[in-house]
């Protein structure tokens, strides 16, 4: 058993610590634990975390935070106001040691335009430093705590209306590590979710103000990891080789949903329940409440790309919460064979399925030039095509075809239309390769057709053939 030693390692630490133990080191009162020194606190944006304290003594802490609003970037072609704590969602990670006495400088830039404050979990004092902390623009406070429970913490704005001020990004983690530290892992990440409320619905174009009604009923728009749609996945994925064991400090901001977390292909060999000192082994999918957190580690067994989501599915595949772990390395064909064999399986009656219409679709803005169809036909192939075709049009051996240099693809676009319109079975010859399988008939209006098929001729070393709505309703027409 290979995890084993990490699984040892792990739960020991922390059951030392929480005192519901086996094992008799003397607990030490965290409030008495001495400070030495000073130094100021390193914080990182996500995805990543500042680097483990290892043995270093409790210490104060300076903690230098500052309050940004600012606009940026929710899904493609959809803008937000985010409100930040130091630049992005979610906010800085702080990182901390039992013991540690952390002054905490707050300043609001003079350019924003309310005021805010910063309710900390990990802080033992009334307001978790709400009011202590409130801050006009322009303005910096100083407050100060000691941490004297481990954990991973939830800090937010508590700023009237609350819930506004969370769902516009006002979140992060603070971690406290145990006396020593964190058993030591390979990389470490750091991923928040967030529920997101807009104006317009989800794809709409623009600069999408908050809409408060939404957020009262609990209906957001967006569910994401890491602020926006896509912030963990394609080139901005995580990574790790075959080997390596992998931490992943995840954080719910809410403001409402609460998260069932999961990696799909991965089982968590330790999770931190809550965050807190309780370890549970070999999970599937954790819940991070939301104002909570969890830590999760596993050891990279077999490479891959291993999708992150929230297993409240259709969040993942239509309001955004889709991160991706990269694993390079050797396979491993003892843990994992791959597809060993297929064979062509129609039962008697079979028939290709069609998909569900999505009541909004044709709501949304047309395109106005080619760079704009191509746009939105890449948003539509992420919801629609992706899981079967790939992130990059690489398709699945022996199962999906290629659709990137595809010579079937770019011999006959009017085939490619009737293909997405009414499905597909039956053999084809892509590459030089064979693919038996069902595509499903995709409910998707002529619009739609027309920019995912314009998206991927444009994309990939395809011929590059631009696809209108006419096109698709005249091949919707003859082949009724
Ligand atoms: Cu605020």
Redesign the pocket.
């Known amino acids: 058993m290979l995890k084993l030693a990490t699984v040892i390692g792990i739960s020991s630490a922390l059951i030392t610590s929480c005192g519901q133990n086996k094992e008799t080191k003397p607990k030490v009162d965290p409030t008495k634990i001495e400070v030495v020194g000073s130094s100021e606190a390193e914080l990182t944006a996500p995805p990543f975390v500042p680097k483990p304290v290892g043995d270093r003594k409790a210490t104060k802490l300076i903690v230098h935070m500052e309050?940004i609003e600012k606009e940026g970037v929710m899904a493609d072609g959809v803008k937000y106001i985010y409100?930040t704590f130091g630049g992005s969602v979610p906010g800085s990670f702080i990182r901390t040691r039992i013991g540690d006495e952390v002054e905490f400088h707050l300043k609001n830039h003079p350019d924003n335009k309310?005021p805010?404050?910063i309710d900390l979990h990990a802080v033992t004092g009334p307001g978790g430093g709400a009011a202590s902390s409130f801050v006009a623009p322009g303005h910096e406070v100083v407050f100060s705590f000691k941490v004297i429970n481990q954990g991973l913490y939830v800090y937010h704005?508590a700023?009237a209306p609350v819930g506004m001020?969370i769902a516009n990004g006002?979140y992060g983690l603070i971690l406290v590590e145990p006396e020593g530290g964190l058993p030591p892992v390979d990389k470490e990440y750091y991923v928040m979710q967030g529920d997101f409320y807009t104006k317009g619905a989800n794809g709409e174009k623009g600069l999408q103000p908050f809409d408060m009604a939404k957020a009262i009923k609990e209906q957001p728009d967006y569910v994401v990891f890491n602020g926006s749609v896509g912030a963990l996945a394609g080139d901005k994925a995580i990574t790790a080789k075959v080997g390596e064991t992998v931490r992943l400090y995840v954080g719910n901001g809410g403001p409402n949903l609460v998260s069932s977390f999961h990696v799909i292909g991965e089982i968590f060999d330790n999770v931190s329940i809550e965050g807190g000192s309780l370890v549970n082994h070999d999970v599937q999918t954790t819940l991070v409440p939301a104002g909570g957190s969890a830590i999760v580690d596993f050891k990279c067994e077999v490479p891959g790309t291993f999708i992150i989501v929230d297993h409240s599915i259709f969040r993942t595949f239509n309001k955004g919460s889709l991160g991706m772990l990269k694993v390079t390395g050797d396979e491993n064909k003892t843990i994992f064979s791959g597809k060993q064999s297929e064979q062509v399986y129609h039962p008697e009656g079979g028939t290709i399925q069609t998909m569900p219409e999505d009541a909004n679709a044709s709501k949304l803005a047309k395109p106005t030039s080619l760079a704009e169809r191509i746009e939105d036909g890449k948003s539509i192939y992420n919801k629609t095509c992706f899981a079967c075709h790939q992130a990059n049009g690489e398709g699945l051996p022996n199962a999906f075809p290629p659709l990137a240099k595809s010579d079937y693809l770019n011999a006959d676009i009017n085939r490619a239309i009737e293909i997405v319109l009414k499905g597909k079975t039956g053999e084809i010859a892509v590459n030089g390769k064979k693919y038996n399988s069902v595509m499903t008939a995709q409910t998707l209006t002529d619009e739609e057709v027309a920019n995912v098929l314009t998206f991927v001729y444009s994309t990939w070393g395809n011929n590059k053939k631009e696809i209108t709505p006419d096109m698709v309703a005249k091949m919707r027409k003859s082949t009724k």
Do not use: A, G
């Open positions: 309050i409100w309310l805010h404050n704005c700023t001020h006002m």
